[in-house]
């Protein structure tokens, strides 16, 4: 299994969830869109930037996903950075002002579906919004997740 398959999965079923993909990054295609850091944080025009896998809407909900075959601690952190530091609120507004009014950013993350995984997700529980695992067949399962985010 590749990131790639993990992220082309994952939008399949958000498709199928009546979600819009408002932006998606494959490995290495630069089709990402970067989040910059606001103008007083930025050295220069990239620096700090932070590119999510698949950035998704839905009724009030903007899902901010970054996936990898293996859990990774480093796209947590930068999902963490990226709502709670302040740092990048100016693009976080851009995104949800095309959102209702009261749009909330909810991070999360996709892996595959392996046992190791699952229990490094469970830990991270109370610092992401959601967790979602692919199997090999290309199934999305939800590990956590607010109710009613996924159904």
Not at 24 to 32: A, W
Not at 85 to 95: F, I, K, W
Not at 128 to 149: H, K, Q, R
Request: aromatic share 8%; net charge negative.
């Amino acid at each position: 299994m590749t990131e790639e398959y993990v992220t082309k999965a994952v939008m399949a079923w958000l498709k199928g969830l009546q979600f819009e993909i408002i932006h998606f990054d494959y490995p290495g295609s630069g089709t990402g869109k970067p989040l910059h850091p606001n103008q007083e944080f930025r050295k220069n025009q990239n620096a700090g930037a932070i590119i999510p896998d698949i950035i998704a809407a839905r009724g009030k909900a903007l899902t901010l996903f970054e996936n990898k075959v293996w859990f990774s601690r480093g796209d947590i952190d930068n999902l963490l950075l990226l709502r709670n530091s302040g740092r990048y609120t100016e693009a976080l507004d851009r995104l949800m002002q095309a959102q209702p009014n009261g749009c909330m950013p909810l991070i999360g993350t996709a892996l595959s579906k392996e046992d190791a995984n699952i229990t490094r997700l469970l830990a991270v529980k109370d610092e992401i919004d959601f967790a979602i695992v692919v199997n090999p067949s290309g199934i999305a399962e939800v590990i956590f997740a607010p109710n009613g985010l996924f159904d």
